[in-house]
Nanobody, 124 residues
Framework: QAQLVESGGDLVQPGGSLRLSCEVS????????VAWVRQAPGKEREGISC????????HYISSVKGRFTVSRDNAKNTLYLQMNSLKPEDTAVYYC?????????????????WGRGTQVTVSS
């Protein structure tokens, strides 16, 4: 059974940085597509970045491109999200998610396995 556990969420000031981690078990990161998804208060879940299993290449939505970087460490079975230049509108619960397949999957509803999320709050 696939399991995902996020960590690293915190309260940070605008312009600050955070690195989220997602430790996975029950599968390997080079065999599943993985993603970071966020849900802001009163809004639907939004896929913000995903990694294609075949080659580890990443895709980002426009609002985070250039500020966020997703990466994976296959040896540690851990997915990361480095977030820089954070804005108040980045405030959300951040989830990591996984599914089988070899393509980019950009929509939150395409993912089968989920962590419980970690809270990121950007505020002065």
């Amino acid at each position: 059974q696939a399991q995902l556990v996020e960590s690293g969420g915190d309260l940070v000031q605008p312009g600050g940085s955070l690195r989220l981690s997602c430790e996975v078990s029950g599968f390997t990161l080079d065999s599943y597509a993985v993603a970071w998804v966020r849900q802001a208060p009163g809004k639907e879940r939004e896929g913000i970045s995903c990694i294609r299993s075949s080659d580890g290449s990443a895709h980002y939505i426009s609002s985070v491109k250039g500020r966020f970087t997703v990466s994976r460490d296959n040896a540690k079975n851990t997915l990361y999200l480095q977030m820089n230049s954070l804005k108040p509108e980045d405030t959300a619960v951040y989830y990591c998610a996984a599914r089988g397949g070899q393509y980019y999957y950009t929509r939150a509803d395409e993912y089968e396995f989920w962590g419980r999320g970690t809270q990121v709050t950007v505020s002065s």
